[in-house]
């Protein structure tokens, strides 16, 4: 098993930064890929950015140049790193793992979640 705690949510301004960060404890070695997913009240669940545990990443077109994803294998951590947030990014952020490197847009087939940390971005 695998757990994932989320940090760094909050209120942030339209065009200003936030970093989340991830940390994740218990059967890590097995964890091949880790995500961020977002999602608002009546929207589906949707790819932020995804990153392998070689460094391979995925983001959404929508956050593309705005977000970056990183990891700290040593230490077990995973970043998101937000810079210029819009409103339309306000949303529950969740930290997500799957033991193998397929990525899917809605978070389907993750192994494990954290459960998450709010977003709100005023304008």
């Known amino acids: 098993q695998v757990q994932l705690v989320e940090s760094g949510g909050g209120l942030v301004q339209a065009g200003g930064s936030l970093m989340l960060s991830c940390a994740a404890s218990?059967?890590?070695?097995?964890?091949?890929?880790m995500g961020w997913y977002r999602q608002t009240p009546g929207k589906q669940r949707e790819l932020v950015a995804a990153?392998?545990?070689?460094?391979?990443?995925n983001y959404a077109d929508s956050v593309k140049g705005r977000f970056t994803i990183s990891r700290d294998n040593a230490k077990n951590l995973v970043y998101l790193q937000m810079n210029s947030l819009k409103p339309e990014d306000t949303a529950v952020y969740y930290c997500?793992?799957?033991?193998?490197?397929?990525?899917?847009?809605?978070?389907?087939?993750?192994?494990?979640w954290g459960k998450g940390t709010l977003v709100t971005v005023s304008s």
């Open positions: 218990g059967s890590i070695f097995s964890t091949v890929l």
């Open positions: 997500a793992a799957r033991k193998t490197m397929i990525v899917t847009t809605s978070g389907d087939g993750m192994d494990y």
């Open positions: 990153m392998t545990r070689g460094g391979r990443t």
